[in-house]
T-cell receptor, first 115, second 114 residues
Framework: AQSVTQLGSHVSVSEGALVLLRCNYSSSVPPYLFWYVQYPNQGLQLLLKYTSAATLVKGINGFEAEFKKSETSFHLTKPSAHMSDAAEYFCAVSGIGRGADGLTFGKGTHLIIQP | EAQVTQNPRYLITVTGKKLTVTCSQNMNHEYMSWYRQDPGLGLRQIYYSMNVEVTDKGDVPEGYKVSRKEKRNFPLILESPSPNQTSLYFC?????????????FGSGTQLSVL
């Protein structure tokens, strides 16, 4: 079985500050890991993905995430928050089936950017 | 433009009145899926389809039906909707590969069952 835990349903940071969204996973097989972003009234878009190549993954809009097997974590970071980063963020793990059919999503973290 | 199109965008109905939410993709993807999104619960998979005439249950299939008669279309059917099916629904598609495929999502259907 696989699962994803996102710590903090809401995270608030000031514009220009570091963004850190936490994700821990459990998987019975080496995982593939994803971060998706959902802007208001839109569907989800892929931010970045880890597929067993480099452990530090760079995504769109200046986001990156680091896979740490020893900590079973895949935290999302961005050095300097922008107002346009306000959105819902979902971490997801693909284990069983390794495909989209085996994708499990976390409950989401709402990122709030304070001016 | 590559996209997944869902209709309608908003739907209000009453308990027991059958409804269908349509989903169509123009990317020739083999894989399609339906999710529901509820506050505090994230996205949960309802059904998925690996190819035409091949469908399988996700995590929360009760009360839903799907069909995949054509590659591009994957409608979600609620035969007898109930208030607990009030939710935001998303259709998604991808090209199956080694597990690193990208899911393309529709814009969502907000369903309210009274």
């Amino acid at each position: 079985a696989q699962s994803v835990t996102q710590l903090g349903s809401h995270v608030s940071v000031s514009e220009g500050a570091l963004v850190l969204l936490r994700c821990n996973y459990s998987s019975s097989v080496p995982p593939y890991l994803f971060w998706y972003v959902q802007y208001p009234n839109q569907g989800l878009q892929l931010l970045l993905k880890y597929t067993s190549a480099a452990t530090l993954v760079k995504g769109i809009n200046g986001f990156e995430a680091e896979f740490k097997k020893s900590e079973t974590s895949f935290h999302l970071t961005k050095p300097s928050a922008h107002m346009s980063d306000a959105a819902e963020y979902f971490c997801a793990v693909s284990g069983i089936g390794r495909g989209a059919d085996g994708l499990t999503f976390g409950k989401g973290t709402h990122l709030i950017i304070q001016p | 433009e590559a996209q997944v199109t869902q209709n309608p965008r908003y739907l209000i109905t009453v308990t027991g009145k059958k409804l269908t939410v349509t989903c169509s993709q123009n990317m020739n993807h083999e894989y399609m899926s339906w999710y529901r999104q509820d506050p505090g619960l994230g996205l949960r998979q309802i059904y998925y389809s690996m190819n035409v005439e091949v469908t399988d249950k996700g995590d929360v299939p009760e009360g839903y039906k799907v069909s995949r008669k054509e590659k591009r279309n994957f409608p979600l059917i609620l035969e007898s909707p109930s208030p607990n099916q009030t939710s935001l629904y998303f259709c998604a598609s991808s090209e199956p590969g080694t597990g690193s495929e990208k899911l393309f999502f529709g814009s969502g259907t907000q369903l309210s069952v009274l």
